[in-house]
């Protein structure tokens, strides 16, 4: 009798892992984990690997020669981002990330604390504090992180809603190609007359800084710098805003811990942060590919099998965590995985760290007694928002 292949049996049937809402999507996990490691599942019409305890999930990150981020990045993303970092290997991705790192470091971040990051907080919040309520979704969530990169790059958009569109069509290529496609012109048109004012004449945004850095003798062609401008906005806006909606989703619904926070906010709000990004990572499943066909953990995987690493089922293994599906800011665990690992690791997490510390710590000031509102915790259900993979509340109905 002949043995199986990996993916002659699926694991779970009537759901699509890219494109389906799962309302108990971590129940689903839990369940297949306890059975095995792995789950062969329906995605995109093909049969995947669902990669589900942290052993598993951290060591695929980290195993780039294996699953190379660029063999699904340059199906899903370059034909309206370009050929950006998550598209390159080797020397070219060392030299494009070289670049472009200075202007993330922990050290720059801290600049804009100040002079950016909390003005517009603040000035976000002038707009709906004296109201006594608000949707913090709509009103916070969604402008605050896409502002925050407009104003860093020293675009002068006075539109607000053609940025925050931009933002959210780049981001939904897979679920509408045309609207991107349109949102990527635009961008590039509007973009393109900046960044050559800045070649010529550099101030100190960072289109400047990714104009005149160099890393081992090499600066980066306008393309280059573009299609990490492309990349900002949907992977650096869009998934802060959602982290960001994630969080303040769990504090509401668990009073307790949101009364800790504004107790002691100095000490707990770096804590919540980081439960909130392991109980509901912003990105909880990430779609990779196997290439070539190895012996893997395990695992006999086929040539071509896409792979996803699920990071949401990583962070809730029983064997990493106590009461995993907990919400527990006493907890004190980073959970990295959020950032992805690897060369291939979040660029921008210090950055993103910055934006949530900052927008959780003044959403706390101004609104003091911060609260959901009769009857809308029904909102505030982390839901899909991009496929099955980026997940965040609808909306956040709070009063004060």
């Excluded at 002659?8 to 699509?16: N, Y």
């Excluded at 668990?254 to 926070?261: D, F, G, R, T």
Aim: with cysteine; glycine share 6%.
């Amino acid at each position: 009798m002949s043995t199986p292949a990996l993916l002659d049996q699926l694991d779970i049937e009537g759901i699509d892992f890219a494109f389906d809402h799962i309302p108990d999507l971590h129940a689903t996990l839990a369940d297949l984990r306890s059975r095995k490691p792995y789950a062969i599942v329906p995605f995109a019409g093909v049969r995947a690997v669902l990669l589900l305890t942290h052993d598993l999930v951290r060591a695929a990150f980290t195993d780039e020669q294996t699953f190379p981020a660029s063999a699904v990045y340059r199906m899903t993303t370059e034909p309206v981002l370009g050929h950006t970092l998550q598209c390159m290997t080797g020397r070219e991705h060392r030299i494009a990330r070289g670049v472009v790192a200075p202007s993330l470091r922990r050290n720059r971040i801290a600049e804009y604390l100040e002079p950016l990051l909390e003005p517009l907080a603040h000035e976000l919040i002038d707009r709906f504090e004296s109201r006594g309520h608000a949707d913090l979704v709509a009103e916070f969530c969604v402008k605050y992180p896409v502002l925050v990169i407009s104003r860093m790059l020293g675009l002068p958009v006075d539109d607000e809603a053609v940025v925050h569109r931009w933002a959210h069509d780049l981001f939904y290529f897979p679920l509408d190609p045309a609207a991107a496609v349109r949102a990527s012109q635009e961008f590039t048109d509007y973009v393109a007359p900046i960044l050559a004012a800045r070649r010529a004449d550099p101030g100190d945004d960072m289109i400047s800084l990714l104009v005149t850095e160099s890393s081992e003798g090499e600066y980066l062609t306008d393309e280059q710098v573009m299609a990490h401008l492309r990349l900002l906005f949907p992977a650096g806006a869009d998934t802060t805003m959602l982290a960001l909606g994630n969080i303040l989703s769990a504090l509401l619904t668990h009073p307790e811990q949101l009364a800790a926070v504004q107790a002691d906010p100095a000490t707990e709000i770096g804590w919540a942060i980081w439960e909130g990004l392991r109980w509901e990572p912003p990105v909880g499943l990430l779609p990779r590919a196997c290439p070539e066909a190895v012996e893997w953990n395990g695992l006999s995987i086929p040539a071509l099998t896409p792979m996803i690493f699920s990071i949401n089922a990583a962070h809730r293994d029983p064997a990493v965590y106590e009461r995993p599906d907990d919400f527990d800011i006493t907890r004190r665990s980073m959970s990295m995985l959020s950032f992805g690992q690897g060369v291939h690791s979040c660029a921008g997490n210090w950055l993103a760290m910055a934006e949530l510390e900052t927008a959780l710590r003044i959403l706390l000031q101004r609104l003091p007694g911060l609260r959901l509102k009769p009857d809308a915790a029904t909102h505030a259900t982390i839901v899909a928002q991009v496929g099955t993979a980026l997940r965040g509340p609808g909306a956040l109905h709070v009063s004060w």
